[in-house]
């Protein structure tokens, strides 16, 4: 089955079966990819921001993260589930793990990484330290990023993981992904807290009500500023749907 390309308020998301073997199957045939993860922060920065609107139109794969976006796509008579982006990257690394490809981690404060790679080699059997080629931490200067950008060239790794936030992991990715022309690069947030156990996910049941947002926003009120965005998509959702102009 191919991509099927719908708009969320102007904004491209792609819907499929089974996104992961979709990105599987061009991991292994070695086909260059840029995977945007959409929620609904993302949908509006995007209206905002045209630098972010033009990565996202570009972007070979955008799958339907947040819960605002499935629900959306929904009204549209679509039947589609959350692909949320953390378990898709789990499901590239198991991949990698399994056909002996490489891997390349960027993001997270400093130690974080060092923490995932220990807890993936606790929880995920697929996983292979071998296959990880290089890491660093998504606090660096002019210099360092010299050096990361040296070493992706240098390494190609199959898979990259980028995680400092929306929407610079966007932004950054599509200006560098030249470099490994024929990796998967996949932007996946604050995913590294949560497989270090720095964070923790939703509980099950919130996931699959649609709720991990307001799990997080109970961990840390302090993103209630961000969560606005949730009320105003519902609003420009309302108004397009009405067929009103504002």
Not at 58 to 76: I, Q, T
Request: charged share 20%; net charge neutral; glycine share 8%.
């Amino acid at each position: 089955m191919t991509l099927q390309k719908q708009r969320v308020l102007g904004v491209p998301v792609d819907v499929h079966d089974c996104y992961g073997d979709w990105l599987t199957e061009r991991l292994l045939q070695g086909v260059g990819t840029q995977v945007v993860t959409l929620n609904t922060e993302m949908v509006m920065q995007a209206r905002s921001n045209p630098d972010l609107a033009r990565v996202i139109e570009a972007a070979e794969l955008a799958v339907p993260d947040g819960a605002g976006v499935v629900l959306y796509l929904r009204s549209l008579n679509l039947a589609i589930e959350r692909c949320p982006g953390i378990e898709l990257a789990e499901t590239l690394v198991r991949a990698v793990g399994i056909h002996h490809k490489t891997l390349y981690l960027i993001g997270g404060a400093p130690g974080i990484l060092e923490l995932v790679v220990e807890t993936w080699q606790k929880t995920m059997p697929q996983f292979d330290r071998s296959c990880l080629v290089g890491m660093h931490h998504g606090y660096f200067d002019a210099l360092e990023e010299a050096k990361i950008l040296q070493s992706l060239a240098d390494q190609q790794p199959h898979l990259i993981l980028v995680g400092l936030g929306v929407p610079r992991q966007e932004l950054w990715i599509e200006q560098h992904r030249h470099l490994c022309a024929n990796s998967i690069w996949i932007g996946v947030g604050g995913s590294f807290d949560v497989w270090s156990g720095v964070k923790q996910r939703a509980p099950k049941l919130m996931q699959n009500w649609n709720l991990e947002w307001l799990y997080r926003l109970y961990l840390e009120p302090w993103r209630w500023r961000r969560m606005l965005s949730i009320p105003q998509f519902a609003w420009c959702a309302l108004q397009q749907r009405l067929g009103w102009k504002g």
